[in-house]
């Protein structure tokens, strides 16, 4: 059964803090992905990854980094937290190729204080 | 520019038929997929039309018109646990990275 797990299902920070999101899948999959998910906006790619160590910038990349030092971990950092990154941070992962689904983790529900 | 619009809610009665609609603009086109996701849960996979027609797979079926920039999900003889946000995307030209342009989702209530 096919994989992709967070770190944690909830996370409180304080603004100012560093903070590390951290996702892993157990499918081999060369694509990574991570999104966050806003009332009214959906889901909004911040970065992606299609291979170790490459990734390129989504939709919104500004306030976060990402690192992708082995095949199945992407971990996303925000730099400094601020309070308008609170929000739902999914992370996600497929093959790459014209049809493949992708597989979504459960889900980071982060508040910044 | 790109763009994908999906009503915001929708009810509907248990064992009825619900069609929930979506249009994109998108810059390139490589596909249309449906994702389902239930409350504080992950979005799971549905359908993927790159074709146009229909796609019937047991109570759900997606159709898909890309002359019209139109898709469709169409869910029959509806259930309790069909209430969820159902999430329309599109995904652009650019090779393996299958990137995905969302909607901000389709929230149906299924009313006894």
């Known amino acids: 059964d096919v994989k992709v797990t967070q770190s944690s299902r909830y996370l409180v920070k304080r603004t100012g803090e560093k903070v590390f999101l951290e996702c892993v899948q157990d499918?081999?999959?060369?694509?990574m992905f991570w999104y966050r998910q806003d009332p009214g906006l959906g889901l909004r790619l911040i970065y992606f990854?299609?291979?170790?160590?490459?990734?390129e910038k989504g939709d919104i990349p500004e306030g976060y980094s990402v690192s992708r030092e082995k095949k199945e971990r992407f971990s996303l950092i925000l730099e400094s937290a601020s309070t308008n990154q609170t929000s739902m941070y999914l992370c996600?992962?497929?093959?790459?190729?014209?049809?493949?689904?992708?597989?979504f983790g459960p889900g980071t529900r982060l508040t910044v204080l | 520019g790109q763009n994908i619009d999906q009503p915001t809610e929708m009810t509907a009665t248990e064992g009825a038929i619900v069609q929930i609609n979506c249009t994109y603009q998108?810059?390139?086109?490589?596909?249309l997929f449906w994702y389902q996701q239930h409350a504080g849960e992950a979005p799971t996979f549905l359908s993927y039309?790159?074709?146009?027609g229909l796609e019937e797979k047991g109570r759900f079926s997606s159709f898909l018109s890309r002359s019209k920039g139109y898709s469709y999900l169409l869910l029959k003889e509806l259930q309790m646990k069909d209430s969820a946000s159902y999430l329309c995307?599109?995904?652009?030209?650019?090779?393996?990275?299958?990137?995905?342009?969302f909607g901000t989702g389709t929230l149906l209530a299924v009313q006894p």
């Open positions: 996600a992962s497929s093959y790459p190729g014209q049809f493949n689904e992708q597989f």
């Open positions: 499918m081999d999959h060369e694509n």
């Open positions: 990854s299609y291979d170790v160590k490459m990734k």
């Open positions: 998108t810059s390139g086109f490589n596909g």
């Open positions: 039309n790159v074709l146009d």
């Open positions: 995307a599109s995904r652009g030209l650019g090779g393996a990275t299958n990137k995905l342009i």
